[in-house]
């Protein structure tokens, strides 16, 4: 499980440890373990061209010693100072190593701000000709959106056609919340120290941070319980529900699917579709006549129900879990059906129009929903705008959980999973590939299968997130390419937790999928699974 902390629990934790060493000793690990990213980053070392942006705090110092140890390599290193304040220990390091300096406010003196003025010829050439540009502008404790100097220098970085390496965090980010309220460094690699920060796993900050590297000095024992983890493969293989010798379908697990209507057929065959190939025993789907003529004929092995005008789902046969809502329309015959679904007491996954029914009647809430919204679904339901939902998503899901009682799925960039008294998982997997219509709707049918299988529905959901994303790598990889996506996936997750290596997004070509690719993919990435997990034991 890998986890991640708000930026006072880290400086907490590591004030615990600073109080047993001596003094310095955690800026000596962090920049050695940043200069050696940053070794690694540039391949030679001698005679590259290295700019360290040094910020104020501790973040610049550590820029500060890791640009001194770059200089002794043989690199030739220019540090822009953006404060006053600059650390006068890593300062004195970089300039006895060689390291050149430029202040942009007088670095030696008791005053100055930088104000908004435009930045130095010698700033801009040290920046846009370097290979190598390290971000050490504001560390983990910054807020708000980056005033100038700084703007500037986080404009200038991401202009520049170097690499950039990000000190803990992308200046700019909120490290606790991942929000970008302003101009922010968008980094190649992210070096973060101690423990992973929340800022870096949730969008839009996580859109900034590049390959991970998280880099342990010795905090673990000092941190509290996190209030948001991921999960790994190993998680995920672990609590997949797998058929025992003496299993038949029912055993498996039925799943329901109310979805489709005579408009939106495809979301019925697409929703039936992941929970056939999520591995449920058996999949029930009940519906209008064209839609289950649809059904029928791509997923032959379900078995269909019509449902005329004012009919329920008694009808339907036994049940364990629903998937309720993709395609079904939202007037007042959807309404009475969403409720006889409802009124089962039965796991329930709530998806597109049910979240609209949902929105307009909170009576339909019940125990045992695992609701999977986007953003503009999220916003009818809490009634705020799309937009702060996009910007904040972390305190959005966890106020939709809270309000709501129920498990929250929000779909988007970073998919967060919250329920009441649990930490928020973030899902690690997606890709943007899956920006596309009717993939929401294989997710639901997944997750309902995961359900009918026994899971809750904090881990259905978790669970089919991540093989939802997983099967969008396996798919836009094609067939030529998809073992090599997913274990290249799974491969840098792995690293990260091990704090060795990155989290970065595949480097292999794709090509853009439809909603229909994925339950043809899931199987493979089920079997996937399989591998990282030894690996991780």
């Keep these: 499980m890998r986890t991640a902390y708000t930026a006072e629990q880290i400086r907490a934790a590591e004030r615990v440890l600073m109080a047993r060493l001596p003094e310095g000793t955690l800026m000596q690990r962090a920049a050695a373990a940043l200069a050696a990213v940053c070794a690694r980053t540039l391949g030679r070392v001698y005679g590259s061209r290295v700019a360290v942006l040094a910020g104020g705090g501790d973040n610049g110092g550590d820029a500060l010693f890791a640009g001194a140890r770059l200089a002794r390599r043989g690199a030739r290193v220019t540090a822009i100072l953006a404060s006053f304040r600059t650390h006068r220990a890593g300062l004195a390091a970089l300039r006895a190593a060689g390291g050149r300096v430029v202040a942009l406010t007088p670095a030696d003196s008791g005053g100055g701000s ?7 010829e010698e700033a801009v050439r ?9 971000d050490g502008l504001v560390g983990i ?15 200038l970085a991401n202009d520049a056609p170097g690499i950039v390496v990000a000190v803990d965090v992308p200046s700019g980010v909120d490290a606790s919340t991942g929000c970008v309220p302003g101009a922010a460094v968008r980094a190649d690699r992210t070096v973060t120290f101690g423990a992973c920060k929340i800022g870096l796993l949730v969008d839009p900050g996580a859109s900034h941070v590049g390959a991970l590297h998280v880099i342990d000095i010795g905090i673990g024992p000092y941190l509290p319980e996190p209030g948001v983890t991921a999960l790994t493969a190993a998680d995920v293989a672990d609590r997949l529900p797998r058929p025992a010798a003496e299993s038949d379908k029912y055993r498996r697990g039925v799943v329901g699917v109310v979805a489709g209507s005579d408009r939106f ?7 039936v579709g992941g929970a056939v190939r999520g591995g449920a025993g058996m999949v029930r789907y009940a519906g209008p006549a064209e839609p289950v003529r649809l059904v029928r004929a791509r ?49 329930t996954v709530l998806d597109a129009d049910g979240l609209t029914l949902l929105a307009r009647d909170r009576s339909l809430l019940r125990p045992n929903l695992l609701l999977t919204p986007h953003a503009g679904e999220l916003s009818r339901l809490l009634g705020v705008p799309a937009a702060d939902i996009e910007a904040r998503r972390l305190e959005h899901v966890r106020r939709a959980a809270a309000e709501l009682g129920v498990t929250v799925l ?11 008294g649990r930490p928020v998982r973030v899902n690690p997997t997606g890709t943007p590939w899956l920006a596309t219509a009717g993939t929401g709707d294989v997710l639901a049918g ?8 026994g899971l809750d529905t904090y881990d259905a959901g978790c669970c089919a997130a991540f093989l939802h994303g997983l099967a969008a790598h396996v798919a836009a990889a094609g067939p030529g390419g998809a073992t090599e996506a997913a274990e290249a996936v799974l491969t840098t997750m792995l690293d990260a937790v091990a704090g060795a290596g990155t989290a970065g997004r595949a480097d292999v070509p794709t090509a853009p999928i439809s909603a229909q690719d994925l339950p043809d993919a899931l199987p493979e990435a089920l079997r996937l699974l399989e591998s990282p997990a030894k690996m991780e034991e």
């Design 126 to 134: 040290a920046v846009a000709s370097a290979d190598l540009i390290v």
């Design 299 to 347: 997923w032959p092995e379900a078995v269909t129900t019509i449902l005329e005008p004012g009919d329920d789902v008694s009808g339907v046969g036994r049940v364990q879990a629903w998937v309720l809502g993709p395609g079904m329309g939202t007037d007042d015959r959807a309404h009475a059906l969403a409720r006889s679904v409802l009124d089962t007491g039965l796991p």
């Design 410 to 420: 929000l779909k988007g960039s970073t998919t967060l999973v919250a329920e009441p």
């Design 114 to 120: 930088g104000g908004a003025a435009a930045l130095p």
């Design 141 to 155: 404790g910054g807020s708000g959106a980056l005033r100038e100097p700084y703007a500037g220098l986080a404009r």
């Design 446 to 453: 997944l997750a309902g299968a995961l359900l009918a299988g």
């Design 265 to 271: 057929t495809g979301a019925a065959v697409l929703a």
